[in-house]
């Protein structure tokens, strides 16, 4: 296992500190033009530690923490079952 650079775990504090300043979603030129080497990556990261990020068509943005999770939505069986004795 290599070690982790400067960059890979400086990205995700950085960006963390952008998205909550942020008065709009965040592009990821904006977070390159910050210095962010690694948007994509920051943003995995932040989620995989917790992070409510939300992606639009105009960019991420961090969801606040008060706001309830979206329901999920219902999963229709994709399979007709059917019982032994039964046509």
């Known amino acids: 296992m290599r070690p982790r650079t400067t960059t890979e775990w400086q990205d995700p504090i950085l960006a963390l500190e952008l998205l909550r300043e942020a008065s709009r ?7 390159r033009d910050a210095g962010v080497a690694t948007p994509g990556q920051a943003l995995y990261r932040l989620g995989m530690d917790g992070h409510r990020i939300e992606r639009t068509s105009k960019g991420v943005r961090l969801v606040d923490p008060s ?10 069986p994709r399979v007709r079952v ?4 039964e046509s």
């Open 67 to 76: 706001e309830p999770p979206p329901a999920p939505q219902p999963i229709r």
């Open 25 to 31: 979603p965040v592009t990821f030129a904006d977070l």
């Open 82 to 85: 059917v019982r032994r004795g």
